[in-house]
């Protein structure tokens, strides 16, 4: 049981380039999340999917894209990239949404230069 | 929206001691508490939770209060071990809301 899985792990882009970091999940979970960290802003939410074919922005959504077209897989695709992106992004997964347990990826660390 | 503070931002204590973080939370709609941990390259992963209905939760060395009236929730790590080395975040939301997160507390155990 693989659970959440994000590719790439790193990744440097040039000011203006765009990317697609991918999420996937093994376990059915309907309700799926995207978030930054930062040093000292904890986990910030950027967009989420309550389910297939439906998605949601969150505390910081410009920049950014998103679409839920599987239960399984969730990318978070970044328009024209910026060094204010430079963060590392978090992939989540929940069974029953914001009020059950979040299964966390392994983080992708993205630079912007 | 909902906002989460959480301190201290570093919490340093020897090992066997105990070590405690407080966040405070600001919309009282908020009805669940959970708490991460996170290790150095890893994701966030959930150490215990606590839901409006109850005050106090314990699981072995780790506990957490909470204090709706006062909109505060602390969690409690007792007989700290260097493996307990981490960062720990707290959080609150509701469902149909948005789950927002403390900025983070940095726990050294020292040897």
């Known amino acids: 049981n693989a659970g959440v899985t994000q590719t790439p792990k790193f990744q440097v882009l040039k000011t203006g380039q765009s990317m697609t970091l991918q999420c996937a999940q093994d376990?059915?979970?309907?309700?799926m999340s995207w978030y930054r960290q930062d040093p000292g802003m904890g986990l910030r939410l950027i967009h989420y999917?309550?389910?297939?074919?439906?998605?949601d922005q969150g505390e910081v959504p410009n920049g950014y894209n998103v679409s839920r077209s599987t239960t399984e897989d969730f990318p978070l695709r970044l328009l024209s990239a910026a060094p204010s992106q430079t963060s590392v992004y978090f992939c989540?997964?929940?069974?029953?949404?914001?009020?059950?347990?979040?299964?966390f990826g392994q983080g992708t660390r993205l630079t912007v230069v | 929206g909902e906002n989460v503070e959480q301190h201290p931002s570093t919490l340093s204590v020897q090992e066997g001691d105990s070590a405690v973080i407080k966040c405070t939370y600001s919309?009282?709609?908020?009805?669940?508490f959970p708490w991460y941990k996170q290790e150095l390259g890893k994701g966030p992963q959930l150490i215990i939770d606590?839901?409006?209905?109850?005050g106090e939760k314990k699981d072995q060395r780790i506990a957490v209060t909470l204090n709706k009236t006062a909109k505060h929730f602390s969690l409690h790590i007792t007989e700290t071990q260097p493996e307990d080395s981490a960062v720990y975040f707290c959080?609150?939301?509701?469902?149909?809301?948005?789950?927002?997160f403390g900025g983070g507390t940095r726990v050294l155990v020292k040897p």
């Open positions: 959080a609150a939301g509701a469902a149909g809301n948005k789950l927002t």
């Open positions: 919309d009282s709609a908020s009805n669940y």
């Open positions: 989540a997964s929940s069974f029953g949404g914001v009020n059950t347990e979040a299964f």
């Open positions: 606590i839901r409006s209905n109850v």
């Open positions: 999917s309550v389910g297939a074919g439906i998605t």
């Open positions: 376990m059915n979970h309907e309700y």
